[in-house]
């Protein structure tokens, strides 16, 4: 049965873009209805040092019913699929219709058709995996003599986590190999050969063995071999990409490899102008090429969505989104590597501070801000938690 809802506006996802949607349209009289599986939203960039153990809980999540707008509903359910031609989205097990909606649910670890056991494999998606990484990474510190850590993957998560466990293991006194594998022959494809060479130059120096143009070839829970080499009892990280995290959506729709929706410039879909994307799930084209996932994209693009429903509602045109790009920066524990506005290189313990800065910007409550602030102040103050 098909559950018309009281309001008429349903957001999926409650990360950055849905919650900059949701802030967009308080001032309006309709009932919105968000949905999310989650109790609330994640700073997902503190994700690596959390799983590490460099940053606590309390810092990276706050509820949602501390933050929505009064006139925002959270219904805690899984969108599973969307038909937009009914006008209609799956969440558990319930079918509800919708006037104006919003597809904000972020991505989810893309394990493609890997055979391997993923249950055995250790993606970084949600606060969800980065607690359970963090716990089995110290049950395995404790239990293996001769630690090693085998990641499939080269791209900011990958490496992120790959030195925020090796530092962990260093801290707990134990030497752990570190093992780096990607099918692409470069890691980090984006950056100018130079800031690439360092990066890969203090994974060197760290002891990590970085293997480009190596796939994983087979892993049975506890062994793998990756180019040929056997890794005997690893600790496996999986960051090999990512895919939209709603599983169908049926309609004429336009996606993207990985499952990102092509977007009209005000970020509707174009032949369902009551039907908008943003943050993970939109590709938004520039230079011919979708822009990369990040935080500050999906942050404003989600404020514009949100805007542009409220415009419609009105009755009034809707407004292009203009991305603008304030830069990044890819913290690795001891080093970092970014580009900020202005086209500015950091390097080192400032990209550190930074990013820790930046997850305070962007969080969710003062107190979160002000514990981030003291992380960039002291990034190793959160050591022992
Ligand atoms: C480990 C990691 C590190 C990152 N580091 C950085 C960084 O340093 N800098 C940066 O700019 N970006 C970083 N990113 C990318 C950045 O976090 C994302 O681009 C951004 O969070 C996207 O925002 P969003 O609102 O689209 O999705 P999210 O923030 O992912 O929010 C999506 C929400 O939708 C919910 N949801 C998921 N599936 C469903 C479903 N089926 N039905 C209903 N709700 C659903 C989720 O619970 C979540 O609350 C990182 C990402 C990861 C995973």
Not at 37 to 59: C, F, I, K, S
């Amino acid at each position: 049965m098909v559950e018309n809802m009281s309001g008429k506006i349903v957001i999926i996802g409650g990360g950055f873009a849905g919650q900059q949607a949701c802030n967009a349209l308080r001032r309006s009289q309709e009932h919105i209805l968000l949905i999310d599986p989650n109790p609330g939203p994640t700073m997902l960039p503190a994700l690596p040092d959390l799983a590490g153990g460099w940053v606590p809980e309390r810092l990276v999540r706050r509820p949602f019913r501390e933050i929505l707008p009064a006139n925002v509903e959270h219904l805690q359910a899984t969108v599973s699929s969307i038909d937009l031609d009914s006008g209609t989205v799956q969440a558990d097990d319930r079918t509800l219709a919708y006037d104006y909606l919003l597809i904000a649910p972020g991505s989810v670890p893309n394990f493609y058709d890997s055979p391997f056991p993923h249950e055995q494999m250790h993606a970084l998606g949600t606060l969800a995996d980065a607690r359970r990484i963090r716990r089995e990474f110290e049950e395995y510190l404790g239990r293996t003599e001769s630690p090693h850590l085998l990641v499939a993957g080269t791209g900011y998560t990958g490496l992120e986590l790959a030195m925020s466990l090796f530092f962990r293991a260093k801290a707990a006194g134990k030497s752990c190999g570190v093992t780096i594998v990607d099918p692409k022959p470069v890691l980090l494809p984006s950056l100018p050969d130079r800031q690439r060479r360092y990066v890969l130059d203090f994974l060197v120096a760290q002891g990590a063995e970085v293997r480009l143009g190596v796939a994983v070839e087979s892993f049975d829970g506890r062994n793998a071999v990756a180019g040929g080499k056997t890794y005997p009892n690893v600790f496996f990280c999986w960051a090999a990409g990512s895919k939209l995290a709603v599983p169908e959506i049926k309609g004429r729709i336009a996606q993207v490899r990985d499952g990102r929706l092509k977007v009209a410039p005000d970020l509707s879909l174009p032949n369902y102008p009551h039907v908008f994307a943003a943050g993970d799930a939109a590709a938004i084209e520039r230079n011919g090429q979708p822009l990369r996932k990040a935080v500050n994209f999906a942050y404003y693009g989600g404020r514009r969505a949100g805007q542009n429903i409220a415009r419609r509602l009105r009755g009034r045109p809707t407004r292009p989104f203009r991305p603008v790009d304030l830069g990044w920066v890819v913290p690795f524990r001891e080093t970092s590597i970014g580009r900020l506005f202005g086209g500015l290189w950091v390097r080192g313990r400032l990209g550190v501070r930074l990013h820790h800065l930046m997850c305070g910007v962007r969080n969710y409550s003062f107190k979160n801000f002000a514990g981030c602030l003291q992380l960039a102040l002291n990034p190793n103050l959160g050591a022992n938690t």
